[in-house]
C-alpha cells in the first residue's frame, strides 16, 4: 500500500446538491504520467483541486505515503509543497519578476537560504527556457512564457507530484506546442503527473495511464493503448469518437 | 484695488511670514504622518475582515472573528458616520471624564483624531482592494505551500497597496486640508494661524487669499508627489534579458557573426540597401 505515493479513496465532492464527484477511487505511483481526460463539467478540475485541498471534500479520503491528509493531522502546507500544482490561468505572482515567483515559495515555506533558492530557481527557468527573462514581470510575458514559468515555480518546490489543471487550455493554438513540450520533457524525467487535459494527442502519447471521466465518476481507465484504440465502455468510445473526429 | 490688496498681503508676510510657515509645517507633518498611521489601522482592520472563516473551523476561531468584525464595523460607522471636527472635541474633553488627567498634549490628541479617522475611511478601502485581487492569486499561494499570513504579506497586500495607491492619495490631500478643523482644540495649524493673525490685524480678505494660494499648492505639489510614487510602484515598463549569468543558458538567442555580416547590414560588403 505504502508504494503508493497517492491514493484516492471513495472520494465525492458535491456543491450544495450538486454531486461533482461521485465515489472516486484511484491511486497514482513514483514515474506515473496520468491524464485525466472528459467532457467538461465531468469534474476533472474539481477532482485535482480536491487532491490539493483547495476544495474541501465532502466523504473520502485522499493518502499521500499512505497518510491521510483531509483529517486535519498533517500539516496541509507541507503537503501542499510536495504536491505542486500548475494552473489553467498561471496564477504567477503579479508583483514579483519571473525569478522572485520562483524563489518565494522555496524561501518562506522551505526555508531555503536565498542563494540556494536562486540557483535552483535558475536550473528550472533553464528547463523550461525561461532562464533569459528572469527580470520580467508575468505581465510583460506571454501566455505560454507564463505557463512554463508556473511550471518552473512548481518544479523549484521539487515536489513528488506535480498536478496540471488544463494547462494549455487558455493559450493560444501556436503556443500549446512549447507547453506540451515541457511537460514531454518532464514526463521523460520520471517526474509523477496528473494531468488534466483536453490535448488526446499528450493523453495518448505521453501519458502511461488514462482516466476517462464522465458525470463526476471514473467510467473508465487503464493503458492510453487500450483506451483509445479499444474503449470498453460506451461513453468513452462515444467521447473519443466526437473529440478526435474535430 | 490688487495693489491693496498686494500690499496688505506684503504686510502681512512681513510681519506674520515666519507664523504662517510654521502654520504649513504643522499642517504637513500632522497629515503626513495621521495618514501612515491610518494606513497602518486600515490595513490591520482590512487583513482582520478578510481572514478566511469556512464552516469547517473550529467553533471558537469562527465567534472570535465574528466579534473582530463587528467591532470593526462599528469602529468604521462610528468614525465615519460623525464629523472629525466633534470627534476632536469629544475626545480632546472626554477623556479627561474616564482618565481623570487632562490630555494636555495638544500633538497627541490631533494625531490620534485624524488618525483614527483615517483608519475607517481605509479600512473599507483596503478591504475592497483585497477582495479586488484575483482569487487565482490565492490559490497560487496556496498552492506552492503558504499559509495565510504568508499569502497575505507577500502576494496580496503588496498587490492590494499599489491598487489602493489612488485612495491613499485621496486620503491624504482630505487630510492636508481637513486637519485645520484641528484649530478647534488649539492645534496651531495653517487655518489656525488665520484665525489668529487676522483676529489681530482684521485683515480677512489678504490673510484668506494667501490660505489659499498656500493650501492648493500644498495639494497640487502632493498630488503631484503621489502620482510619482504611483508610477514607481507600477515598476519598469520594460525589462532586459539576461545571458551574461553563468547559469543561463543563451538557448534560442543567436547572435549573428559580426564579421561577416547580413545582406541588411550597411558594414557589410553584401549589403543591398540603398548607398549614400
Known sequence: ?246 | MFAQLLSDIGSLWQKYGTVYLNGIANTLILATVSTLIGCIIGFLCGILQTIPCGPNENIAKRILLKIVRILIRAYVEIFRGTPMILQAVFIFYGLPYFFGVSFKDIWTVSIIVVSVNTGAYMAESVRGGIMSIDPGQFEGAKAIGMNHWQTMLYVILPQTLRNIMPQIGNNYIINVKDTSVMFIIGFSDFFAVHKMVSGAVFKYFPSAFMEMIGYLCLTLLASFLLRKLEKKMAGKPDYELVNTDQLVMTAGTYNFPSDAGSPFDEMSKDYKGEKK
Open chain 1, 1 to 246: 500500500m505504502s508504494d503508493h505515493i497517492l491514493e484516492i479513496r471513495h472520494l465525492s465532492k458535491a456543491f450544495g446538491s450538486h454531486a461533482v464527484l461521485k465515489d472516486i477511487d484511484f491511486t497514482v505511483d513514483q514515474g506515473d504520467v496520468t491524464s485525466i481526460i472528459g467532457a467538461s463539467g465531468s469534474g476533472k478540475s474539481t477532482l485535482l483541486r480536491c487532491i490539493n485541498l483547495l476544495e474541501t471534500l465532502t466523504t473520502g479520503e485522499i493518502l499521500f505515503h499512505g497518510q491521510d491528509v483531509t483529517k486535519g493531522k498533517i500539516n496541509q502546507s507541507a503537503y501542499r509543497a510536495k504536491v505542486g500544482m500548475v494552473f489553467q490561468s498561471f496564477n504567477l505572482f503579479n508583483n514579483m519578476t519571473v525569478l522572485e515567483n520562483c524563489m518565494i515559495g522555496q524561501q518562506k515555506v522551505l526555508k531555503i537560504p536565498k542563494e540556494d533558492s536562486r540557483n535552483k530557481a535558475l536550473y528550472y527557468l533553464n528547463k523550461v527556457g525561461m532562464a533569459p527573462y528572469i527580470n520580467a514581470r508575468p505581465d510583460q510575458i506571454s501566455g505560454g512564457q507564463k505557463q512554463r514559468v508556473a511550471i518552473a515555480r512548481a518544479l523549484s518546490m521539487e515536489p513528488e507530484v506535480l498536478l496540471f489543471d488544463e494547462p494549455t487550455s487558455a493559450l493560444d493554438p501556436e503556443m500549446v506546442g512549447e507547453v506540451l513540450d515541457v511537460m514531454k520533457s518532464l514526463a521523460k524525467d520520471k517526474m509523477t503527473m496528473l494531468v488534466v487535459t483536453h490535448e488526446m494527442s499528450f493523453a495518448r502519447d505521453v501519458s502511461n495511464h488514462v482516466v476517462y471521466m464522465a458525470d463526476g465518476v471514473i467510467e473508465e481507465a487503464g493503458d492510453p493503448s487500450v483506451i483509445f484504440t479499444n474503449p470498453q465502455s460506451l461513453r468513452t468510445r462515444e467521447f473519443l469518437k466526437r473529440i478526435l473526429a474535430v
